[in-house]
């Protein structure tokens, strides 16, 4: 435990003052099932860090442990099993890891976060070895400089604006949109940043209908404002959430996928937004002469009667691309 926090730590502060060889750590890591990519994020360190087995000395599996120690209710056991499922939390240990570096309340809702903590400490694991949240203290001081690092250089980044973007190459290239050599794109693709569980809270910035009257159908062209928070590339797909419970299940609609109609600087350069373009899933009933509006397709349909401002829930960014070099012939 005490090594992969090191490792974590030296990984993003170099010239830190822990007291390990950095070539040590690193090895150590390594030998532990740490890779290069692990450590080079913070967020995912801490992810690995919960996966870590230490020893509380107690044997029940997860869903014991929160049923008859932490009084976790049956009805909502699932869904708690769910967060330590996608937070990689596989055990009690694991638990007592998320506790220790402060996680919990932040990972759980409030009564069931009390309730963990209260029976880890019932089970003895409060008695672990206090250099571990030390170490973990530490690593926590350190990535919080590293972020405030990162706020200041992205307020020191020039704002792009509309064709501004396209006149600034340097610093589109500097916000992660270019790659060199250009057909490279591959190893630095943007790939489920967002998932369904927790997608990215964006808003309708503009729904146009882009058909003439006439048309056998209605296609609408969808302008999504994401803040520069969804980074995607040309190609690529984006998932939207629509709102409501799915009616034959009960439970939240499902995800559906959408092509990405517009540059990866949006339709304005800014780099802002993303466009859709959406045909409105509607069934016409033979019988009736009429459209039933009981089968119309629901995320199609919520994107093509939006207005400003709705609130919708992305997904993604998801699918590799590539572009063709221009030295590589192609033969048909």
């Not at 949006?266 to 019988?287: E, N, P, Q």
């Amino acid at each position: 435990m005490t090594v992969c926090l090191l490792a974590g730590a030296a990984a993003f502060v170099p010239g830190s003052s822990l007291p390990f060889a950095p070539q040590q750590v690193v090895q150590s890591a390594a030998t532990a099932g740490f890779d290069g990519s692990t450590m080079t994020s913070p967020l995912r360190t801490v992810a690995h860090i919960c996966m870590v087995q230490s020893s509380t000395g107690c044997s029940d599996d997860l869903r014991t442990f929160l049923t008859a120690r932490a009084r976790v209710s049956p009805a909502y056991v699932d869904k708690v099993l769910e967060i330590c499922d996608e937070e990689m939390i596989g055990s009690v240990d694991n638990l007592q890891t998320a506790a220790e570096l402060g996680m919990l309340a932040t990972l759980f809702k409030p009564v069931v976060a009390m309730g963990i903590q209260s029976a880890l400490a019932d089970v003895g694991a409060a008695g672990r070895a206090p250099s571990v949240a030390g170490v973990a203290a530490q690593l926590k001081d350190m990535l919080e400089d590293e972020r405030q690092e990162l706020k200041a250089d992205a307020a020191a980044q020039p704002e792009l604006a509309g064709a501004a973007a396209y006149a600034t190459p340097l610093a589109v290239a500097q916000r992660g949109l270019e790659v060199e050599p250009y057909w490279d794109m591959l190893p630095h693709l943007p790939m489920n940043t967002f998932k369904p569980k927790r997608p990215h809270l964006a808003a309708i910035a503009s729904v146009k209908r882009i058909v003439g009257a006439n048309a056998p159908g209605e296609v609408c062209h969808v302008v999504i404002e994401t803040g520069g928070a969804v980074r995607y590339w040309e190609g690529q797909s984006l998932g939207v959430k629509p709102p409501g419970d799915d009616p034959k299940t009960g439970k939240p609609n499902s995800v559906r996928l959408y092509s990405i109609a517009s540059s990866r600087y949006g339709d304005d350069g800014g780099a802002t937004s993303v466009s859709l373009c959406v045909r409105r899933a509607v069934y016409w009933d033979a019988a009736l002469g009429a459209e039933d509006p009981a089968k119309k397709g629901v995320c199609s349909n919520y994107l093509c009667d939006a207005t400003p401002g709705t609130e919708c829930k992305m997904t993604g960014p998801s699918g590799k691309v590539r572009v063709q070099r221009e030295s590589v012939a192609l033969y048909w």
